[in-house]
């Protein structure tokens, strides 16, 4: 008997580890030999435990489990969270796995189920390639950074690669702080391999030898599973004298996302922001040529070479070429990770894929690229999913992450979280974010207690931050400020106390 | 308190273990804050002098970030998600509750020792929150009344 429980961080969250422990119990007790296997989530977190036996060669789904519904799975009769065939369920059908096809298939930690799933192919693709090969099929593939920037990483590969340095480095962001995504961390978790893969031929493509993954400290799991993975990765030759990496932690500090904070950061120093220019590609990690990426970006690598570009590039819209692991979360019913071509309007994602909030409650906005992302009211839910089609809303795609949030949401209180998380996590570098981010806290509390002279302020300074900031946590906090404003003004409009 | 002697032979292979590594001042300070469960003021100056910084540069790094605390925490941490997402799902109160329940305020250490009460910005479980972490353990669609059981337990 094959049995499947996953690792995932939101799989253990809810129980996972448990419910594993009372599989492996039930069938010592029933003598039944059980091959247990911990893989990653297929993304269906509102189903988490999903549990997987296979039934004559076919992977049928069983969730939300407890550990009381484990001895059911060993009975003939059907289970009450019986599922069907996982890969027939409609959240699975509707997708485009390219960058998350093994994650919640694959033993993370099997190197073997890795290449017998088509993993190390790009790879070995790539090493009878030219460096100016890889650089020009990962640009033709049309990728952009998928941590929020958007900057096509063809482009940045070519600038390292022709970058003179007797040393360059290849340095994922992993630090992936914003609310409302965990894609990173779920194919860290789910098939760390890929993201190594993607890694090593980065190195391949700009002549770099040494890679860092710099993941975030509250993702305990992810550090586990990656570290463990470079390790067999090293002893079965794919890391080594060519290109080898290492895996750093970071310690709690939101702006680290930022790749110069990172690199900063990576050096043993403050995670502050550096001005660029030098950009990072020629002067970054200890000064020298770097590529920093985001785990989804590299990790999308192996398949464009595997499959080549053209196949990555026929999916999407516009600019936005490929597909993107949305992340859907907050008051959501059916929440988790959801990879799709780009185009899907906002409305179908929210409606259709997500159905709706978690309450039962009217979907009062969304909030699409984390914490500096806008917040998008119903009014504009026809919006198609793409980089410049976001921004022509004054919103941004970001991480591709989505907060949903009922209609007892206040948003003015939403606003002023942005100034208070930008107020707590500011390097303290520039000063537009470093004290607007508090006179904003102090500009939207006076807003609360009905004090309306206070908004042509709260306006201009978010005019000033967004202009002034060096980076995007100062630049970017006026995108949720100024999109509640703008989207939701009645809840602005406070009546002064009762007090008064 | 440590004595001097005791610390730096404790000190000692940590430095050594790192010797070598590039930028390896924030793993050294998580494996200092790992053995000693904190970031000794007197360890600063000793790591300071092996990266060959001063003692400034070391203490501006340590204290840059959240994760390295000076003092020792209680024997219990327990970390509520304040994110966004997080909030749609009624963090705030979870919050309230959880404080009211243990008598803290954030980043309090109760008077016996017991629990810390921290917040966090994100545990990337954004679809099952609000999302707590007790002493590296995750907890999804947490609730109060759990979440104090475990830090009383």
Redesign the interface.
């Known amino acids: 008997m094959k049995i499947w429980v996953p690792l995932d961080s939101a799989a253990v969250a809810l129980g996972a580890d448990e419910v594993a422990a009372a599989i492996q119990a039930e069938a010592t007790r029933r003598g039944v030999t059980v091959t247990l296997v911990r893989n990653g989530s297929r993304g269906m977190v509102w189903l988490e435990p999903l549990v997987e036996v296979e039934v004559d060669g076919i992977r049928h789904g069983f969730g939300p489990m407890t550990a009381a519904d484990v001895p059911a799975l060993f009975d003939a009769a059907t289970h009450p969270k019986a599922l069907g065939p996982v890969e027939e369920l409609d959240w699975m059908k509707g997708q485009t796995r390219l960058t998350f096809a093994r994650v919640g298939v694959i033993d993370p930690l099997s190197l073997d189920d890795y290449r017998a799933h088509g993993g190390l192919a790009g790879l070995d693709r790539a090493k009878a390639m030219t460096k100016a090969q890889i650089v020009a099929e990962v640009t033709d593939s049309g990728l952009r950074g998928r941590g929020g920037a958007g900057f096509p990483t063809g482009i940045k590969w070519k600038t390292v690669s022709e970058a003179p340095g007797d040393r360059k480095y290849i340095v994922c962001n992993a630090d992936e702080g914003d609310s409302a995504t965990f894609a990173d961390r779920m194919l860290m978790e789910g098939d760390p391999f890929c993201l190594i893969e993607g890694m090593a031929i980065a190195g391949l493509a700009c002549g770099a030898t040494k890679g860092y993954v710099y993941i975030r400290s509250e993702y305990p799991v992810a550090i586990r599973i990656m570290s463990e993975a470079v390790r067999i990765a090293r002893a079965a030759g794919v890391l080594g004298a060519d290109f080898d990496m290492e895996i750093r932690v970071g310690a709690g500090a939101y702006v680290c996302g930022e790749e110069t904070s990172l690199l900063n950061s990576l050096e043993g120093k403050r995670g502050v922001v550096r001005a660029k220019p030098p950009l990072p590609a020629l002067q970054g990690f200890m000064g020298r040529p770097t590529v920093v990426n985001n785990v989804i970006s590299l990790a999308s690598v192996p398949v464009i070479l595997a499959k080549g570009a053209a196949h990555y590039k026929d999916f999407g819209l516009g600019r936005s070429r490929g597909t993107i692991p949305l992340q859907i979360a907050g008051n959501v019913r059916f929440g988790g990770l959801y990879e799709v071509a780009f185009g899907l309007t906002l409305g179908q994602i929210v409606n259709d894929i997500a159905g709706g909030t978690a309450s039962g409650r009217p979907v009062k906005a969304v909030q699409v690229g984390g914490p500096l992302g806008a917040w998008f009211p119903p009014a504009l839910f026809d919006t198609p999913f793409g980089y410049e089609e976001f921004g022509a809303k004054d919103g941004l795609i970001g991480h591709a992450g989505l907060t949903l949030a009922d209609d007892s949401t206040d948003m003015l209180q939403m606003a002023r979280f942005a100034m208070e998380f930008c107020a707590i996590e500011s390097c303290g570098k520039c000063t537009p974010c470093r004290i607007g981010s508090t006179r904003g806290v102090e500009t939207l509390d006076r807003l609360a207690r009905g004090d309306a002279s206070a908004l042509p302020i709260l306006t201009d300074l978010c005019n000033t931050m967004k202009l002034g900031s060096l980076c995007a946590l100062g630049g970017f906090t006026p995108y949720p400020v100024m999109s509640a404003l703008t989207h939701f003004p009645d809840d602005f409009a406070r009546a002064k106390e009762a007090a008064e | 308190m440590l004595d001097s002697a005791d610390l730096e032979s404790r000190l000692q292979p940590i430095l050594d273990a790192h010797r070598g590594m ?6 050294i ?2 494996a200092v804050q790992e053995a000693f469960g904190h970031v000794p003021e007197a360890a600063l100056p000793m790591i300071a002098a092996d ?1 060959g910084i001063s003692k400034a ?1 070391a203490h ?2 340590m204290t ?5 605390r000076a003092r020792p925490a209680g024997r219990h941490v327990l970390k509520l998600c304040r ?7 009624g963090a705030d109160a979870l919050a309230d509750a959880v404080k009211a329940k243990l008598g803290l305020d954030w980043h309090e250490t109760s008077a016996d020792g017991a629990v810390t009460l921290e917040p ?10 609000p ?1 707590a ?1 007790v002493d ?1 353990q ?4 947490a609730g109060a009344d759990a979440l104090v059981a475990k830090v009383k337990a």
């Open positions: 590039e930028g390896s001042l924030l793993p300070l998580h990266l540069e501006g790094v840059f970030y959240h994760d390295f994110a966004e997402a997080c909030q749609t799902m966090v910005f994100c545990l990337g479980l954004c679809a099952c929150g999302a972490m590296g995750l907890v999804g669609r």
